[in-house]
Nanobody
């Protein structure tokens, strides 16, 4: 059974940094893509960053140059390094794994950026 568990969220000041982790219960290279999405209050869930099995990354324009997605196969973990955080980055961040037409989601971790 595929399970994804996020951690690392919290309260951070504007301009600060956080690293999110997503622990996956199975080999992450079994998936076509793994990545991070976020949902702010009153808004739809949106893509933040993904990485495919070949290592190709994709970032939302809003986070390019500030966020970095990475993965560790041995640890079965996907990371999201977030720098220069802004109030508009405040959201629940979700990890997602995708294989063909199947999607698996974690429960989410709250990130709040405040002055």
């Amino acid at each position: 059974q595929v399970q994804l568990v996020e951690s690392g969220g919290g309260l951070v000041q504007i301009g600060g940094s956080l690293t999110l982790s997503c622990a996956v219960s199975v080999n992450i290279f079994e998936f076509n893509t793994v990545g991070w999405f976020r949902q702010a209050p009153g808004k739809e869930r949106e893509l933040v960053a993904t990485v495919n099995v070949g290592g190709r990354t994709n970032y939302a324009d809003a986070v390019k140059g500030r966020f970095t997605i990475s993965r560790n196969g041995a640890e079965k973990t996907v990371y999201l390094q977030m720098n220069s955080l802004k109030p508009e980055d405040t959201a629940v961040y979700y990890c997602r794994a995708q294989i063909l037409s199947r999607f698996y989601w974690g429960q989410g971790t709250q990130v709040t950026v405040s002055s």
